[in-house]
């Protein structure tokens, strides 16, 4: 596999529901080793839930150290497990992420781009990056959806779910303010 420094993410993509149980790691996890397994591309896998549980899928949650996602939060580099699965690299996450979201949410820097500075800056050697989110918003998760070309929100068909996927797909974010001298 290539990894050369000078390559972009072909794509990155936000696997968010307002409401759990509905696959989101599964889907996450599912596709991450899909793509690095059959179709030979590199991709990060972020796990961006406290849960941590595309980490412990993969064998990566480290309960008593400051995980990746919340590092990445942070504006520090994180650990990247490599090769959890065929061409696949992750990020992981544990209880520390909420942590470091709730210090983001009361900074008065720029509070919507720490996951997008990340992967221009560090993480430009996959072909995919897909980020696993928590079935909330918090700081974490808008910095997922702001830094996704693309979103893909799994969904059970009932009304609780399909009730999540109104709340993302209408952007109820007013709740939500940024600092002036966020651009």
């Not at 990894?3 to 529901?17: E, F, P």
């Not at 919340?70 to 497990?81: C, N, Q, S, T, Y």
């Not at 974490?140 to 969904?155: F, G, H, K, S, Y």
Request: charged fraction near 25%; proline fraction near 3%; charge should be negative.
């Amino acid at each position: 596999r290539s990894r050369g420094l000078g390559d972009v993410y072909k794509r990155q993509i936000a696997v968010i529901n307002l409401k759990g149980g509905v696959a989101k790691t599964t889907t996450a996890a599912n596709m991450a080793t899909l793509l690095g397994t059959k179709y030979q591309k590199n991709v990060l896998l972020i796990d961006n839930d406290p849960q941590g549980n595309a980490s412990q899928f993969f064998d990566c949650y480290r309960k008593d150290e400051k995980c990746g996602a919340a590092k990445i939060l942070d504006r520090e580099r994180p650990g990247i497990f490599t090769d959890v699965a065929a061409g696949v690299d992750l990020i992981n996450a544990n209880m520390t992420l909420l942590e470091a979201d709730n210090e983001l949410r009361t900074s008065e820097d720029r509070q919507d781009n720490r996951f997008a500075e990340y992967m221009e800056k560090a993480a430009s050697i996959y072909d995919y990056c897909i980020i696993d989110n928590p079935p909330a918003i918090l700081m974490c998760t808008i910095n997922a959806l702001c830094a996704a070309d693309e979103v893909i929100i799994p969904v059970r068909l009932d009304n609780w779910s399909i009730d999540g996927v109104e709340v993302i797909t209408a952007g109820s974010y007013t709740h939500l303010t940024l600092p002036t001298n966020s651009r």
